[in-house]
């Protein structure tokens, strides 16, 4: 991989976040993974552009191509419940079709880690489906530990996995 940059998203770049969001939902969708929906869901541009105004969103290009997206937060999650202001909450990792299998995903969760170790916090955390087992042993693989689960009322349950920010 060359050069890779990240940076935060602004309103300009609602269209380009939806473009990379679906072609990872359907990425999920074709491994049987509904937690962003079912088949033909996707991610409308006024949820992206409500997503990239309330939270903090990244787009990350490759040699000038935009290429991933993920958010970052600091703050409470519901998947994890109250907690001490120790890690930063990775969500919506996604990689643009094409692109998929060149270390991006990777690369997005060491940037991650960098900015919470520069923000004096300990962990990454994340979640994902615990029935996509595929998802699971990636993470796993890149040194995340299953910390838990969280059932939502609905009954989906995801796995929660944290991994020190070093």
Same mark, same amino acid.
């Given at each position: 991989?060359?050069?890779?940059?990240?940076?935060?998203?602004?309103?300009?770049?609602?269209?380009?976040?939806?473009?990379?969001?679906?072609?990872?939902?359907?990425?999920?969708?074709?491994?049987?993974? +509904?937690?962003?929906?079912?088949?033909?869901? &996707?991610?409308? *541009?006024?949820?992206?552009?409500?997503?990239?105004?309330?939270?903090?969103?990244?787009?990350?290009?490759? *040699?000038?191509?935009?290429?991933?997206?993920?958010?970052?937060?600091?703050?409470?999650?519901?998947?994890? &419940?109250?907690?001490?202001?120790?890690?930063? +909450?990775?969500?919506?990792?996604?990689?643009?079709?094409?692109?998929?299998?060149?270390?991006?995903?990777?690369?997005?969760?060491?940037?991650?880690?960098?900015?919470?170790?520069?923000?004096?916090?300990?962990?990454?955390?994340?979640?994902?489906?615990?029935?996509?087992?595929?998802?699971?042993?990636?993470? *796993?693989?890149? &040194?995340?530990?299953?910390?838990?689960?969280?059932?939502?009322? &609905?009954?989906?349950?995801?796995?929660?996995?944290?991994?020190?920010?070093?």
């Amino acid at each position: 991989m060359t050069i890779l940059s990240v940076r935060k998203a602004d309103l300009l770049d609602v269209t380009t976040v939806t473009e990379i969001r679906n072609d990872a939902h359907a990425t999920k969708v074709a491994h049987c993974d +509904y937690a962003w929906g079912k088949e033909g869901d &996707g991610f409308s *541009e006024r949820w992206v552009r409500n997503n990239i105004s309330e939270k903090d969103v990244y787009v990350v290009e490759l *040699e000038g191509t935009a290429v991933g997206t993920f958010s970052l937060a600091l703050d409470h999650d519901n998947h994890w &419940g109250v907690q001490e202001p120790i890690a930063g +909450y990775v969500h919506g990792l996604s990689v643009r079709k094409g692109f998929n299998g060149r270390g991006l995903g990777c690369a997005m969760l060491d940037w991650c880690s960098r900015k919470i170790i520069g923000l004096n916090r300990r962990f990454v955390r994340l979640d994902c489906p615990a029935h996509n087992a595929k998802l699971c042993a990636w993470y *796993e693989s890149l &040194g995340f530990t299953r910390a838990g689960l969280w059932q939502e009322p &609905g009954g989906y349950v995801w796995s929660l996995y944290e991994k020190p920010a070093h």
